[in-house]
């Protein structure tokens, strides 16, 4: 949420572009830059128009519901329907992310008012509407790029249904796809004409989708985004640190479509070398994309859950169960219903490269919606009825997607980031006792893992144990030698109780893993004044000067150094 909205402060105080190809796709944070500039700084007016717009899709999945399941009868359609836009109102998953500083609102509605597009008309999308979707298909994708998914559901809608023309159908189809396409490649034109014309870069979108295909696919790789060695949790760090890392196995600064390119080559490589491991890997993401576990690698639904800021509801898990057996049991007796299955099933396809999070397939839980409220509907009609054949299918269908989508997940570092990132919420907050409980938690799932001890480190400088503290951080040196922030606070307690040597020592580590950072040449600039070497602490000041000119504190300390 950070790395979007200090993007739309940096366009907003008039740095419009770097000069290099995108390195994450910048539409929502334009988005925002605009509504801040309209409206002012903050985050209620976004919210509040994703919170219309999470209106919006519940209101679609009404009105998709009505038209796909005509023959239950109309008020039966409509009942499946309300109750399927209330689930949407009630799915937990949906209502964080309406309400936080990211592009996934957007995203849903889209992709849904699309497909209802595509269901509600009985005949293909004539040549001005093809035009419109694929301007709106090519405008989100420069917030999300996995909505281009759906251009093969626009084709077939535009090749299999019949077209309404008083002139060739077939120069009608082939019109329509044109300025379907058309329509796309102008809806992403921001991007590419920046990347080629002001970059000059051949990159489409944005360059990071090459670092994103080597976390997804690499020997570490588990279906979701877990980070490889080298590369930092949270988003600036991780795409900063796969542009250093590139630059540094390539010995010279790279464009931005290079470092893509390399991190592409890494993936392409792996899969080569040992296809059969890359095949399990892909069925280990088939798996997560529809486990009933929830990885949120933000942790942004549990902590809001805990903080009652969201309401009680259903999650991704219950949903998918119901829905499964539907999506086949009504493949043949409804077949409006093949297009919601169709879009879901490419959706998957978009995430298969990648990895999976539960924002990632929040897209489709509209469509499961649709399909689970109608199997509850039928199902007790069904029983009602003494229809029990079809009671007992759909009951064995249930049973199989219930074992399929409950399947355990055994991993017990899944399990600790929860417990971790709401720990470290609660310690960023100042709820200590919160976050002692979610960190001992999290240690117990993998004791070994450097960002819980740090973690706990911290917890403990803040309740004004430095002792602990200190141990924590060399425990978690010793997990993980290059750890820049348990360097850079021992190095800080050092300075604090007077040990200017060994604070020297500890600031110089964390120096040469990060010569880029500011504050640790601010921090070795006062360590050295301390120790009366004026001559370096000059050169640390002017180094932490250059790197972060406005900052105060930096130009009062080379002020206290002259003197």
Same mark, same amino acid.
């Given at each position: 949420m950070h790395f979007y909205d200090d993007w739309a402060q940096r366009i907003l105080s008039g740095e419009f572009t770097d000069h290099l190809a995108f390195y994450g796709l910048p539409g929502y944070a334009y988005l925002l830059a605009a509504l801040y500039k309209l409206a002012g700084y903050g985050p209620f007016i976004p919210a509040l128009l994703q919170a219309l +717009?999470?209106?919006?899709t519940a209101t679609l999945i009404y009105k998709i519901s009505v038209a796909i399941f005509p023959g239950i009868g109309l008020r039966r359609a409509q009942v499946a329907g309300l109750v399927a836009a209330v689930g949407w109102g009630f799915f937990v998953p949906a209502q964080t992310y309406a309400g936080i500083l990211m592009p996934t609102a957007w995203l849903v509605f889209i992709f849904w008012l699309i497909l209802w597009r595509i269901i509600s008309q009985r005949n293909a999308p004539g040549k001005s509407e093809a035009l419109i979707l694929g301007l709106l298909v090519g405008l989100t994708a420069t917030a999300v790029a996995t909505i281009l998914f759906l251009l093969p559901l626009l084709v077939s809608a535009i090749l299999l249904k019949p077209a309404i023309s008083t002139h060739s159908q077939f120069r009608t189809r082939i019109s329509a796809l044109v300025l379907l396409f058309l329509g796309s490649a102008f809806g992403t034109s921001p991007c590419w004409v920046h990347n080629c014309l002001v970059a &000059?870069? =051949?990159?489409? +979108? #944005?360059a990071h #989708?090459?670092?994103?295909?080597w976390i997804g696919n690499n020997p570490a790789a588990n279906g979701y985004p877990r980070f490889p060695p080298g590369l930092r949790a949270g988003q600036a760090a991780m795409l900063q640190d796969s542009i250093d890392a590139a630059e540094s196995a390539a010995g010279h600064s790279l464009k931005r479509g290079e470092v893509s390119h390399y991190w592409s080559a890494k993936a392409r490589d792996y899969i080569e070398r040992d296809p059969a491991a890359w095949l399990r890997l892909l069925a280990l993401k088939l798996r997560t994309f529809w486990s009933a576990f929830q990885y949120d690698d933000l942790s942004i639904i549990t902590i809001l859950r805990e903080q009652k800021v969201t309401f009680p509801g259903i999650y991704f898990g219950l949903v998918a169960t119901l829905a499964l057996p539907m999506m086949l049991l009504l493949w043949n007796t409804a077949p409006l219903s093949r297009w919601i299955t169709v879009a879901i099933v490419l959706h998957l396809l978009a995430l298969l490269p990648v990895f999976t %999070?539960?924002?990632?397939?929040? !897209?489709?839980v509209p469509g499961l919606l649709v399909f689970a409220t109608f199997g509850l509907i039928t199902f007790f009609n069904n029983l009602v009825a003494g229809k029990f054949n079809s009671v007992i299918s759909y009951g064995a269908l249930l049973a199989v997607s219930t074992l399929f989508v409950s399947w355990p997940q055994s991993d017990p570092s899944l399990w600790a980031l929860d417990a971790y990132n709401s720990g470290w919420q609660a310690l960023e907050s100042g709820n200590l006792a919160l976050a002692e409980n979610k960190l001992q938690l999290a240690r117990a799932y993998? !004791? %070994?893992? !450097?960002e819980t001890n740090f973690a706990l480190g911290n917890l403990r400088l803040a309740e004004g144990n430095s002792a602990a503290a200190s141990a924590f951080y060399l425990? %978690?040196? &010793?997990?993980?030698?290059?750890? =820049?922030g348990a360097l850079n606070n021992l190095g800080v307690m050092a300075l604090d109780g007077g040990k200017f040597d060994v604070a020297e020592n500890w600031l110089r580590q964390a120096e040469d893993i990060d010569p880029g950072n500011a504050k640790i040449?601010?921090?070795?600039a006062k360590t050295l004044l301390a120790k009366d070497e004026h001559e370096l602490a000059r050169e640390e000041i002017e180094t932490a000067i250059r790197l972060r000119p406005n900052q105060i504190e930096f130009q009062q300390l080379k002020q206290k150094i002259e003197n």
């Amino acid at each position: 949420m950070h790395f979007y909205d200090d993007w739309a402060q940096r366009i907003l105080s008039g740095e419009f572009t770097d000069h290099l190809a995108f390195y994450g796709l910048p539409g929502y944070a334009y988005l925002l830059a605009a509504l801040y500039k309209l409206a002012g700084y903050g985050p209620f007016i976004p919210a509040l128009l994703q919170a219309l +717009l999470d209106a919006g899709t519940a209101t679609l999945i009404y009105k998709i519901s009505v038209a796909i399941f005509p023959g239950i009868g109309l008020r039966r359609a409509q009942v499946a329907g309300l109750v399927a836009a209330v689930g949407w109102g009630f799915f937990v998953p949906a209502q964080t992310y309406a309400g936080i500083l990211m592009p996934t609102a957007w995203l849903v509605f889209i992709f849904w008012l699309i497909l209802w597009r595509i269901i509600s008309q009985r005949n293909a999308p004539g040549k001005s509407e093809a035009l419109i979707l694929g301007l709106l298909v090519g405008l989100t994708a420069t917030a999300v790029a996995t909505i281009l998914f759906l251009l093969p559901l626009l084709v077939s809608a535009i090749l299999l249904k019949p077209a309404i023309s008083t002139h060739s159908q077939f120069r009608t189809r082939i019109s329509a796809l044109v300025l379907l396409f058309l329509g796309s490649a102008f809806g992403t034109s921001p991007c590419w004409v920046h990347n080629c014309l002001v970059a &000059q870069d =051949r990159v489409f +979108l #944005s360059a990071h #989708s090459g670092i994103n295909f080597w976390i997804g696919n690499n020997p570490a790789a588990n279906g979701y985004p877990r980070f490889p060695p080298g590369l930092r949790a949270g988003q600036a760090a991780m795409l900063q640190d796969s542009i250093d890392a590139a630059e540094s196995a390539a010995g010279h600064s790279l464009k931005r479509g290079e470092v893509s390119h390399y991190w592409s080559a890494k993936a392409r490589d792996y899969i080569e070398r040992d296809p059969a491991a890359w095949l399990r890997l892909l069925a280990l993401k088939l798996r997560t994309f529809w486990s009933a576990f929830q990885y949120d690698d933000l942790s942004i639904i549990t902590i809001l859950r805990e903080q009652k800021v969201t309401f009680p509801g259903i999650y991704f898990g219950l949903v998918a169960t119901l829905a499964l057996p539907m999506m086949l049991l009504l493949w043949n007796t409804a077949p409006l219903s093949r297009w919601i299955t169709v879009a879901i099933v490419l959706h998957l396809l978009a995430l298969l490269p990648v990895f999976t %999070t539960e924002r990632y397939r929040l !897209p489709i839980v509209p469509g499961l919606l649709v399909f689970a409220t109608f199997g509850l509907i039928t199902f007790f009609n069904n029983l009602v009825a003494g229809k029990f054949n079809s009671v007992i299918s759909y009951g064995a269908l249930l049973a199989v997607s219930t074992l399929f989508v409950s399947w355990p997940q055994s991993d017990p570092s899944l399990w600790a980031l929860d417990a971790y990132n709401s720990g470290w919420q609660a310690l960023e907050s100042g709820n200590l006792a919160l976050a002692e409980n979610k960190l001992q938690l999290a240690r117990a799932y993998v !004791p %070994t893992n !450097p960002e819980t001890n740090f973690a706990l480190g911290n917890l403990r400088l803040a309740e004004g144990n430095s002792a602990a503290a200190s141990a924590f951080y060399l425990a %978690t040196l &010793q997990l993980d030698n290059h750890h =820049r922030g348990a360097l850079n606070n021992l190095g800080v307690m050092a300075l604090d109780g007077g040990k200017f040597d060994v604070a020297e020592n500890w600031l110089r580590q964390a120096e040469d893993i990060d010569p880029g950072n500011a504050k640790i040449h601010f921090l070795l600039a006062k360590t050295l004044l301390a120790k009366d070497e004026h001559e370096l602490a000059r050169e640390e000041i002017e180094t932490a000067i250059r790197l972060r000119p406005n900052q105060i504190e930096f130009q009062q300390l080379k002020q206290k150094i002259e003197n």
